[in-house]
């Protein structure tokens, strides 16, 4: 099957600073790449759409100027978490879409102190 | 409103008893119906989907679910559960005319025991 890598796994970072997350399609090229955000105990919700070539879609409430998506390449977009801060504390999963179906990367997970 | 309803946030089960997990949806477009699980610290790894043709779908590990559009339902089934199934389960859709987005389910965290 499809399989999505996203890097790194575990970040900690310090408040202020910015991270980046990077999300791979390994095998097969995704025109459309998703970014969603999971707390703990809680269900994932979609941040953006990330789309080759354009600029994304963010979904309502989400800062586009604090996380910064970028989709260069038909295998890689990178979600940017600019001046994090504690509450930016999350899962942060991606997915690639291959025809009808989403693969989901093994997640993020981002400490901000 | 377009929606999706997992009402049981845990389920606890013993070991090679049969289980549901219950997921509804609210919608006014045509569905693709999709059942997820989710291992700690982990992404998702898709069970098993519906997009048309039979309504009973059968995944990996197992699993089955049943697309009943009266009912609006999409209950995921396996007759003898193991303690390797404990994990956190989604229920998923995309409405039709969202592009690919899908809407998750609050999720059921399925406690397997001996």
């Known amino acids: 099957g499809a399989v999505v890598s996203q890097h790194p796994s575990r970040v900690i970072c310090k408040s202020g600073t910015s991270v980046k997350i990077e999300c791979r399609s390994l095998?097969?090229?995704?025109?459309?790449m998703f970014w969603y955000r999971q707390f703990p105990k809680q269900s994932l919700m979609l941040m953006a759409t990330?789309?080759?070539?354009?600029?994304?879609?963010?979904e309502q409430g989400v800062e586009k100027d604090k996380f910064l998506i970028n989709h260069a390449s038909l295998t890689l977009s990178t979600l940017t978490v600019t001046s994090a801060h504690p509450e930016d504390s999350s899962f942060y999963i991606c997915?690639?879409?291959?025809?009808?179906?989403?693969?989901f990367g093994p997640g993020t997970r981002l400490t901000v102190t | 409103a377009q929606s999706v309803t997992q009402l049981d946030s845990q389920v606890p089960v013993f070991e090679e008893a049969p289980v549901e997990l219950r997921c509804n949806y609210s919608?006014?477009?045509?569905?693709?119906l999709f059942w997820y699980v989710q291992y700690p610290n982990q992404g998702l790894q898709l069970l098993l989907k519906?997009?048309?043709?039979?309504?009973l779908v059968k995944g990996i590990n197992g699993f089955e679910a049943e697309f009943n559009k009266s009912q609006t339902s999409f209950h995921l089934r396996k007759p003898s559960v193991h303690i390797s199934d404990t994990a956190e389960y989604f229920c998923?859709?995309?409405?039709?005319?969202?592009?690919?987005?899908?809407?998750f389910g609050t999720g059921t965290r399925l406690q397997v025991t001996l």
């Open positions: 519906y997009l048309s043709g039979s309504t």
């Open positions: 919608s006014s477009v045509s569905v693709y």
């Open positions: 990330s789309n080759e070539g354009s600029k994304a879609t963010y």
């Open positions: 095998d097969f090229q995704a025109t459309t």
């Open positions: 998923a859709v995309r409405f039709t005319g969202t592009a690919s987005k899908l809407t």
């Open positions: 997915s690639a879409q291959d025809r009808s179906e989403q693969y």
